[in-house]
T-cell receptor
């Protein structure tokens, strides 16, 4: 149990286009989802926290108009990178936290590698 | 600021040798601390947390409040332990995880 999926697993896009990444909790309801960014050989940096049905809370330095987050249901959150540029190329990872038997544990998705040309 | 420090980027040992991956945290009340592991081409997964005081895959970690440390230890390393290890803490009064910079463990045969 407690599986989190991400789609797509990798994406290549042209500069200026927008890319949407989906994060799904497959077998539990996620009241909170987190979006991280990981540069090569570096740690995970939290970008934002999203709670189902409310606006996401962004970390300092993260542009909310650049990285649009929607958490429309208890099993799905999306991250849209708008007008992507090469510097947005990175590994984006989501995690989901449920309720009940899973307590406060965060379960991580496999990540999405974004390459902007 | 709440910080998690992992001073070693890379730790290389031979199979069967003891391993200690260091983690220090900035003091802030009673922290909730975790070790996560990321094997090659796999997702991040929880290895252990300090509140459960468990041993997973032979790894243990003890919270030392005096030294503000939460080092990860294993008496005899195995090749399959080769991975990235991240120490993390739950941010005080929130549900955010703060990660250290990670330590790559290489276990040679």
């Amino acid at each position: 149990g407690a599986v989190v999926s991400q789609h797509p697993s990798w994406v290549i896009c042209k500069s200026g286009t927008s890319v949407k990444i989906e994060c799904r909790s497959l077998d539990f309801q996620a009241t909170t989802m987190f979006w991280y960014r990981q540069f090569p050989k570096q740690s995970l940096m939290l970008m934002a926290t999203s709670n189902e049905g409310s606006k996401a809370t962004y970390e300092q330095g993260v542009e909310k108009d650049k990285f649009l987050i929607n958490h429309a249901s208890l099993t799905l959150s999306t991250l849209t990178v708008t007008s992507a540029h090469p510097e947005d190329s990175s590994f984006y990872i989501c995690s989901a936290r449920g309720v009940g038997v899973f307590g406060n544990e965060q379960f991580f998705g496999p990540g999405t590698r974004l390459t902007v040309l | 600021a709440q910080r998690v420090t992992q001073p070693e980027k890379l730790l290389s040992v031979f199979k069967g040798a003891p391993v200690e991956l260091k983690c220090n945290y900035s003091y802030s009340g009673s922290p909730e601390l975790f070790w996560y592991v990321q094997y090659s081409r796999q997702r991040l997964q929880l290895l252990l947390r300090h509140i459960s005081r468990e041993s997973i895959k032979g790894f243990t970690a003890d919270l030392n409040k005096g030294e503000t440390s939460f080092h990860l230890k294993k008496p005899f390393a195995q090749e399959e332990d080769s991975a990235m290890y991240y120490c993390a803490r739950l941010s005080y009064n929130t549900d955010k995880l703060i990660f250290g910079t990670g330590t790559r463990l290489q276990v040679f045969p």
